[in-house]
Nanobody, 123 residues
Framework: QVQLVESGGGLVQAGGSLRLSCAAS????????MGWLRQAPGKEREFVAA????????YYADSVKGRFTISRDNAKNTVSLQMNSLKPEDTAVYYC????????????????WGQGTQVTVSS
């Protein structure tokens, strides 16, 4: 089973940027879809972004489209999420996720996910 460890969260002002990283261990992610979910206080965990194993297809929640970019480096077994133009409503714990395809990630039911990293956007 893969272990996923997120990093890069923190406190940022509205309009700022953060880059989240996810390091995978235990197995190669090269044939798995990867993605990010988030959960704000009092809300359900929701889909943010996903990327296919060949990095050809990417998917984004409407709320982050045009501001967030997901990427992966299969050689380094890592996935990243570049977040620009951050808004207070982006405040949440962000989770790295993996599944054989992107569908479980896009429906917030991935096979594996990490412990999460906190992102706080102040207004």
């Amino acid at each position: 089973q893969v272990q996923l460890v997120e990093s890069g969260g923190g406190l940022v002002q509205a309009g700022g940027s953060l880059r989240l990283s996810c390091a995978a261990s235990g197995r190669s992610i090269s044939t798995y879809a990867m993605g990010w979910l988030r959960q704000a206080p009092g809300k359900e965990r929701e889909f943010v972004a996903a990327i296919g194993w060949r990095a050809v297809n990417t998917y984004y929640a409407d709320s982050v489209k045009g501001r967030f970019t997901i990427s992966r480096d299969n050689a380094k077994n890592t996935v990243s999420l570049q977040m620009n133009s951050l808004k207070p409503e982006d405040t949440a714990v962000y989770y790295c996720a993996s599944s054989p395809t992107t569908i479980p990630i896009r429906t917030s039911t991935p096979e594996n996910w990490g412990q999460g990293t906190q992102v706080t956007v102040s207004s």
